[in-house]
């Protein structure tokens, strides 16, 4: 079993980075596909990138691709999520997933964060 814990959501103006980050505790976290996920109040959880545990292969959907990348440090049980060029369409609860086999249908994860607040400003 892993226990997820984001951080390092917040408050930033259009056109801004933020990196959320996600730690895990448990075990066999280099096992574990990774991804993260968005959700805004009224609306489903939608998946955004997903990284694979056996070759580190990525996937962005459309909306973030060239401006998001993930990565994880297994050696920190971590997973990241730079976000660079952010709008205000980005402002959502955030949240990390881990699967055993995982890309981005919420579905396919077994493990979920609490989640965290980016909020970009116009």
């Known amino acids: 079993e892993v226990q997820l814990v984001e951080s390092g959501g917040g408050l930033v103006q259009a056109g801004g980075s933020l990196r959320p980050s996600c730690a895990a505790s448990g075990s066999s976290f280099d096992t574990y596909d990774l991804g993260w996920f968005r959700q805004v109040p009224g609306k489903e ?25 993930i990565s994880r440090d297994n050696a920190k049980n971590t997973v990241y999520l730079q976000m660079n060029s952010l709008k205000p369409e980005d402002t959502a609860v955030y949240y990390c997933a881990a699967g055993v086999y995982g890309g981005v249908d919420p579905d396919e994860y077994d493990y979920w964060g609490q989640g965290t607040q980016v909020t970009v400003s116009s």
């Open 45 to 69: 959880r939608g998946g955004l990138s997903s990284i694979r545990a056996h070759d580190g292969s990525t996937y962005y959907v459309d909306s973030v691709k060239g401006r998001f990348t």
